[in-house]
């Protein structure tokens, strides 16, 4: 059946003369095809319909069209941009009953689910799965990381981050920052200072507001000297070109009673403060 028509009619889905459009098919002596179930599945995710969409794997059984990749993958997306842990599991059974292994993009998308309901131990599971058929990404390291420091679990961290050099991901901005925020928070100058090295091949792409999430993870915490320190480093490596501007954004995020540390970098880099600093 002309891949076109099927659009249009899952367009139209909820005002199909025979109520849905497997119906509609069928009653035009039409049977649906892989292209089909596809289309539909596109259209329930996009309208997050997910009972219609936990159906489309009994349907393909019904009229004996087999799973394919694209298909299971797809499935796998729209489930865990909803957090249905139970639906991803039928749809990997389906996917191994076929012999068919997810990409990585779908193994991501269920790590992340898992991310979400916080199940490290289904998460491991996967990610060894995941490790056994393909390379894990920096959006697999990334879901990873994540949930550890959402975990605070430094070891596990570290671990990660170990076999992600051992295998040659590099770290995207993303990443980065997310690592950095987690360091600043724990007041952990030295970590924060082993990333600077991945951070020098991004530069000159990074700007100063890219900090400005760091420096108030350090200030949150009350890590001002230690802050004091990172912003040095930065400096010296030629990462950040010190302008007044930036430390009237820094005292923003400090308290009163910590001024000391910025008019002291102030004063060492030979900046002049201006009213705005003056104010703070």
Known sequence: YPLRRQRQMCIRDSNAEYGTIIEYMIASNILPDIDTFTLLTDYYSEKRNNEKMKNILGKLRKFGVSLTLSLGNRLLCAFSSMCDFKALITVLDEMNQFGIVPDVTAYNAVLEALRLIKDLEKLEELFAQLKEYHKPTVN?????????????????????????????????????????????????????????????????????????????????????????????????????????????????????????????????????????????
Not at 163 to 182: I, Y
């Open 140 to 280: 697999t390291y990334t879901i990873l990381l994540k949930s550890y420091i959402e975990a605070e679990s430094i070891t596990r961290v570290e671990q990660l981050l170990a076999e992600m050099n051992a295998m040659g991901v590099k770290k995207n901005r993303h990443l980065l920052q997310t690592l950095l925020v987690f360091y600043a928070k724990q007041g952990k100058v030295k970590e924060c200072s082993r990333e600077i090295l991945d951070l020098e091949e991004l530069h000159p792409s990074i700007s100063f507001d890219f900090f400005i999430t760091i420096f108030k993870a350090f200030a949150e915490a009350k890590h001002f000297s230690e802050m004091s320190e990172f912003f040095k480093e930065l400096v010296n490596k030629n990462i950040i070109n010190p302008e007044v501007s930036m430390f009237n954004k820094m005292m923003l995020l400090s308290s009163s009673d910590n001024g000391v540390f910025f008019d002291d970098l102030m004063e060492g880099l030979g900046l002049k403060p201006d009213s705005h600093t003056i104010n703070s």
